[in-house]
């Protein structure tokens, strides 16, 4: 059974920092490509980091980078994203997603979490 299971979520205040965890199964993690979302209240879920699991090579929507570091322990199967100077409007649930490579369109993603709530105070 392939499984993506989020962790990490909280409440900070603004200027502070978190690190999500997605921990994965049930499917060749070395193949694979994690990518994390994000989905605010009335707003579409967006892109912020894709990283390779086979070669490391990452990417960032422009809103985080300099801010969000996506890191990878492939033997644990488990994708990191380190959120640094979060704002307020970085509050959204967030969710780790895999698919056979890097990609900006959320419905190429063949698993998905079941997400991690953010929030941030100013």
């Known amino acids: 059974e392939v499984q993506l299971v989020e962790s990490g979520g909280g409440l900070v205040q603004a200027g502070g920092s978190l690190r999500l965890s997605c921990a994965a199964s049930?499917?060749?993690?070395?193949?694979?490509?994690i990518a994390w979302f994000r989905q605010a209240p009335g707003k579409e879920r967006e892109g912020v980091s894709c990283?390779?699991?086979?070669?490391?090579?990452?990417s960032y929507v422009d809103f985080v980078k300099g801010r969000f570091t996506i890191s990878s322990d492939n033997a644990k199967n488990t994708v990191y994203l380190q959120m640094n100077s979060l704002k307020p409007e970085d509050t959204a649930v967030y969710y780790c997603?895999?698919?056979?490579?890097?990609?900006?369109?959320?419905?190429?993603?063949?698993?998905w979490g079941q997400g991690t709530q953010v929030t941030v105070s100013s």
């Open positions: 049930g499917f060749t993690f070395d193949d694979y490509a």
């Open positions: 997603a895999a698919n056979l490579g890097c990609s900006t369109w959320s419905h190429e993603y063949d698993y």
């Open positions: 990283i390779s699991s086979s070669d490391g090579s990452t």
